[in-house]
């Protein structure tokens, strides 16, 4: 489908011309009541049920806050950095998008209020509005729109998955929804529509799902000019029984049969199936106009499968900064779970502040209650020390390790330190006086001061060592992975860190930066510059991961040291 042409027949002179007519179709999410209800993962399914129809979608994320993107947002704030391979910094929800659905995304599936304001005013001070008076309506919501249409037809997709961040009522959000509501009017009827996902809550002095908050997060949508065509109620305790699912109905204008319940689900992949079950899929292609195409669910649910069978736990400890907030690691996490589902078993994620092990360092002995150590990405000088001590407590006592990033240099910082006889050695990131600055800034980052979007970003081609770790995980010796980082393993301190006994069994092919530190001696301890669970999907987990968390559960069951 996407765009398409055919010979139309015209006037009394019966002229034949072409006519290009635009057959995408849209479905817009929004949100209502409150934040965190998970509309991505709404989105997702919807995405999927399309893709099992043999449809082929595409996703944009409109973000109101005004941040360009979210580069130099505190993950504490916002979660995760999700960082695609054109080297966009984006939206946590982008990597949902591509754990579930088919292809990879770009800088032009994220827009942002930042973006957008700053490409109108920068056509202002051009001259490209010819004296206009500049305001949110025409100009802001046309950028919006042509945003959108821009994804659209770049991608050729079937539908086009637009979800609007944040909850329906708050002033930053306007604009986007009086794009869409626009977008709806101009584009043939049937080719849009709108999906609403609110909160239906239980109270427990109460005892049943209140519908109060949904019907005034859909009058709010009223006032604004959308009306909402199918309603996700987010509920905590199963799906809605017909009488409040009827209730919804009337109150909001829309068909009992559009209304289905978001609930929790055991295994984050398994919503699409459950609300197909529930008919969503069959009341979206339905309301779009689109064939009656059979959904194929088999590999989908043959991949769910393999998270249900394992009953073995494999303990990891995620030793970080921001530990107490998952969503700062959601890809890791996620990345953990994939390998565990191939490894045979289920991983439980423990996350430990390393600051602690900074105020006693014998703190660290409770380490010794988890089967792998997993020091992930990060910034700065705090908590630093303390990610040191947990990487000198797996390497002492042969705990499988891997560190992502950050945790791929503090490692290097570590065996520079405590094996090589390079007292004093540090990243110039934490420490810029160190007296040995194994780790320290990129050339090219050395006269940046402009900090959005300047780090060594995105997709990089990888040379990989042949007879390594790296290459039986890989299967090949040419690797494509993401980065996000300023500093790197000092050129200076090569020589004698491998001298030492440091394997780094990767190089960048452009710089020939060190990518991949490994220890042959131990059972499982590798680092990556890269972030590779960017690119781990629940049917292809990454390498590095999958590497890791099976040396994890062997080194526990008692196997020999893997050699995949």
């Not at 069959?282 to 009656?292: C, D, K, M, R, S």
């Amino acid at each position: 489908m996407g765009f398409e042409s055919f010979i139309g027949h015209v006037g009394a002179e019966h002229r034949y011309y072409w006519q290009v007519i635009d057959l995408t179709k849209y479905v817009f999410i929004t949100g209502g009541v409150l934040s965190g209800l998970g509309k991505g993962l709404v989105t997702c399914s919807i995405g999927k049920m399309l893709e099992v129809r043999g449809y082929k979608i595409t996703v944009i994320k409109c973000d109101p806050y005004l941040n360009v993107d979210a580069g130099t947002m505190n993950p504490y704030i916002h979660g995760e950095v999700f960082v695609l391979d054109d080297g966009y910094e984006a939206d946590m929800d982008l990597g949902t998008y591509e754990r579930f659905l088919e292809g990879e995304f770009g800088r032009d599936n994220n827009a942002t209020s930042g973006q957008v304001y700053q490409a109108v005013i920068r056509k202002e001070r051009e001259g490209g509005y010819l004296g206009r008076c500049v305001q949110i309506i025409p100009h802001v919501t046309d950028e919006i729109k042509r945003r959108i249409r821009k994804v659209a037809t770049k991608s050729g997709a079937d539908v086009v998955l637009v979800e609007i961040g944040g909850t329906v009522g708050d002033i930053e959000g306007l604009p986007f929804l009086e794009a869409i509501r626009q977008l709806s009017n101009e584009e043939k009827r049937g080719d849009t529509i709108l999906v609403h996902l609110t909160l239906v809550p239980t109270l427990s002095a109460v005892g049943e799902p209140k519908t109060k908050p949904t019907q005034h997060s859909v009058k709010e949508l009223r006032t604004i000019g959308l009306k909402p065509d199918i309603i996700a109620a987010r509920t905590e305790f199963g799906r809605l029984d017909t009488e409040h699912r009827r209730k919804i109905a009337d109150t909001c204008s829309v068909e009992e049969r559009a209304v289905f319940s978001s609930i929790n689900v055991p295994i984050l992949y398994e919503l699409p199936i459950e609300l197909e079950e529930q008919g969503m899929g069959a009341v979206i292609t339905e309301y779009l106009g689109l064939n009656g195409t059979k959904p194929d669910w088999t590999e989908w649910k043959k991949m769910v499968s393999t998270y249900k069978d394992p009953t073995d736990v494999v303990k990891i400890a995620m030793c970080g900064k921001y530990a107490e907030l998952a969503d700062c690691y959601v890809s890791v996490n996620e990345a953990l779970r994939h390998s565990a589902a191939k490894a045979g078993c289920r991983v439980q994620i423990n996350w430990i502040e390393t600051e602690v092990f900074e105020e006693d360092i014998h703190k660290a002995e409770v380490l010794a209650d988890y089967d792998g150590v997993l020091v992930p990405g990060g910034f700065g000088l705090r908590g630093a020390e303390g990610k040191i001590i947990a990487i000198n407590y797996a390497r002492r006592q042969d705990v499988p390790f891997l560190g992502i990033c950050y945790g791929f240099q503090l490692a290097t910082v570590e065996f520079a330190r405590h094996v090589a006889g390079l007292e004093g050695s540090h990243s110039t990131e934490c420490v810029p006086e160190a007296p040995h600055p194994v780790i320290d800034l990129l050339p090219e980052q050395k006269a940046i001061s402009v900090m959005g979007g300047t780090m060594r970003l995105g997709a990089n081609d990888v040379e990989v060592e042949a007879g390594s770790l790296a290459e039986r995980l890989y299967g090949s010796t040419e690797i494509k992975e993401r980065h996000r980082h300023r500093w790197e393993v000092n050129a200076e301190y090569y020589e004698r860190l491998e001298k030492a006994g440091a394997k780094y069994t990767a190089v960048s092919k452009e710089k020939k930066l060190k990518e991949i530190l490994e220890l042959p001696d131990k059972y499982f301890f590798m680092g990556t510059q890269f972030h590779p669970e960017f690119k781990s999907r629940p049917w292809a987990p990454s390498p590095p991961y999958y590497g890791f968390v099976k040396a994890a559960y062997d080194k526990k069951m008692g196997k020999p040291k893997p050699e995949f």
